[in-house]
């Protein structure tokens, strides 16, 4: 599968490989790590949260892994499909501030 | 249940006239907050209400920019003398425990 060890605006993937997202967060404060996707036209949709209190975090076809000691959060999904392709955006607060959110990444799929 | 809904889903104006979004939050939500994405970016917090709080305005970019949530429900965002520099989407999420915030599809903003 593909991987990227910096942050990248983009990245491609053929169907069935797993795609990992790298993202660099800013504040040591914060406790709260937030995975959104957004496809076009649309509001961003949220996919998996983490914790600080937590380095990993498991969904369906997703995983989330927080490295605090450098500020680091990745989003990892498994057998990429076409209707991944979208913008996947990292966020992170304490609770009850805004979000802040970072650079994008364009996931592509192809089949 | 419905989500957040957001109104008019695309606005265009001409420049120096004033523009409202609507926000209508997720019922029992009290959080509330408006971002702005201009196109290709990240999203930029402008402000952020909670309950019967004052509201953090820490993001707002000008004072031509305010917003008002009436009965800790419903949400305006009011720009005033627009900018061309202001088009872009208006997005707007609401959150129950302060952490995971959902979004409304946003309103697409352009200053002619």
């Known amino acids: 599968g593909e991987s990227v060890g910096l942050h990248l605006p983009t990245l491609s993937v053929q169907e069935g490989d797993n795609s990992i997202i790298n993202c660099a967060y800013s504040n040591s404060a914060s406790d709260y790590f937030i995975w959104y996707k957004q496809e076009s036209g649309k509001g961003p949709q949220f996919i998996i949260d983490i914790r600080s209190n937590m380095d990993k975090r498991q969904g369906q076809r997703v995983t989330v892994l927080l490295n605090k000691t450098v500020k680091h959060l990745s989003l990892q999904i498994a057998a990429t499909q076409p209707g991944d392709s979208a913008v996947y955006f990292c966020a992170e607060n304490q609770a009850g501030t805004a979000l802040i959110f970072g650079k994008g990444t364009t996931l592509s799929v192809s089949s | 249940g419905a989500g957040v809904s957001q109104s008019p889903s695309n606005k265009v104006t001409e420049k120096g006239k004033d523009v409202e979004l609507r926000c209508d939050p997720i019922s029992g939500h009290t959080a509330l907050y408006w971002y702005r994405q201009s196109l290709g970016q990240g999203l930029e917090f402008l402000i952020y209400?909670?309950?019967?709080?004052?509201?953090?305005k820490s993001g707002l970019p000008s004072d031509r920019f305010s917003a008002e949530r009436t009965g800790g429900s419903v949400s305006t965002l009011t720009i005033q003398r627009t900018q061309q520099e202001d088009s872009a989407v208006y997005l707007c999420?609401?959150?129950?425990?302060?952490?995971?915030?959902?979004f409304g599809p946003g309103t697409r903003l352009t200053v002619l």
């Open positions: 999420a609401s959150s129950l425990d302060g952490n995971e915030q959902f």
């Open positions: 209400f909670q309950g019967n709080s004052a509201p953090d």
